[in-house]
């Protein structure tokens, strides 16, 4: 298949969970932000010179390339790994970067301020990580075999799960302090107790 096909194959995809297509790159911050979603996802590729309708526009500056690297290397923490692959057809180049879900999550991306924010992909957007994926990707972390204790604090949580409620919501209802609850939360997810979805601009979290 040459490349102009190929392309054409992926475009065709359109834009999703594992795909993204980037017009310009005139900003390393907001490539980061695509980088580290991917990255703490599933993985995903970012077709660079491709408009949002699937219109071949091609890269068309060196320093374009140079932020792409920019973005990877210099703008997430911990570094990434990602490959660049540059495809020719009518006269343009495509860059198509592709990231593989990373092993030492969370990756975060900086962004304009300076601050590291940490990114999942859902859908086709790229979506700041709720304070129990940061927890979630500590404890996954942790050696396996690690076992949960059901005391206290997690029959008062459990007590308090009814259909599907914000984390906020349920601090408010254990009355348990932020962390611990944020640290429960991530623990249950884990052996599969609690599950979350995003709804309406929001996390939820609901028993499974």
């Given at each position: 298949?040459?490349?102009?096909?190929?392309?054409?194959?992926?475009?065709?995809?359109?834009?999703?969970?594992?795909?993204?297509?980037?017009?310009?790159?005139?900003?390393?911050?907001?490539?980061?932000?695509?980088?580290?979603?991917?990255?703490?996802?599933?993985?995903?590729?970012?077709?660079?010179?491709?408009?949002?309708?699937?219109?071949?526009?091609?890269?068309?500056?060196?320093?374009?390339?140079?932020?792409?690297?920019?973005?990877?290397?210099?703008?997430?923490?911990?570094?990434?790994?990602?490959?660049?692959?540059?495809?020719?057809?009518?006269?343009?180049?495509?860059?198509?970067?592709?990231?593989?879900?990373?092993?030492k999550r969370?990756?975060?991306?900086?962004?304009?301020?300076?601050?590291?924010?940490?990114?999942?992909?859902?859908?086709?957007?790229?979506?700041?990580?709720?304070?129990?994926?940061m927890a979630?990707?500590?404890?996954?972390?942790?050696?396996?075999?690690?076992?949960?204790?059901?005391?206290?604090?997690?029959?008062?949580?459990?007590?308090?799960?009814?259909?599907?409620?914000?984390?906020?919501?349920?601090?408010?209802?254990?009355?348990?302090?932020?962390?611990?609850?944020?640290?429960?939360?991530?623990?249950?997810?884990?052996?599969?107790?609690?599950?979350?979805?995003?709804?309406?601009?929001?996390?939820?979290?609901?028993?499974?």
């Open positions: 298949m040459d490349d102009k096909r190929y392309l054409l194959s992926l475009i065709r995809e359109g834009e999703h969970q594992q795909q993204d297509f980037k017009y310009r790159v005139t900003d390393a911050c907001k490539l980061a932000k695509s980088v580290s979603a991917f990255a703490n996802t599933n993985g995903g590729r970012l077709l660079i010179g491709v408009r949002d309708d699937g219109h071949l526009s091609g890269v068309r500056s060196e320093e374009e390339i140079y932020m792409m690297h920019q973005a990877a290397y210099k703008y997430c923490k911990p570094e990434p790994a990602i490959k660049f692959e540059t495809y020719h057809t009518d006269g343009r180049n495509i860059v198509i970067a592709t990231i593989p879900p990373s092993d969370p990756i975060c991306a900086q962004d304009e301020e300076g601050k590291l924010k940490a990114y999942i992909r859902i859908a086709d957007e790229n979506i700041v990580a709720s304070p129990v994926h979630l990707w500590r404890e996954a972390q942790k050696p396996k075999g690690t076992i949960m204790t059901y005391n206290d604090a997690v029959r008062q949580l459990l007590d308090v799960m009814q259909g599907r409620q914000t984390l906020n919501q349920i601090i408010r209802r254990t009355k348990l302090p932020r962390p611990k609850v944020i640290t429960l939360l991530a623990r249950l997810i884990r052996f599969g107790t609690v599950q979350w979805e995003y709804n309406d601009q929001q996390f939820l979290f609901s028993l499974t």
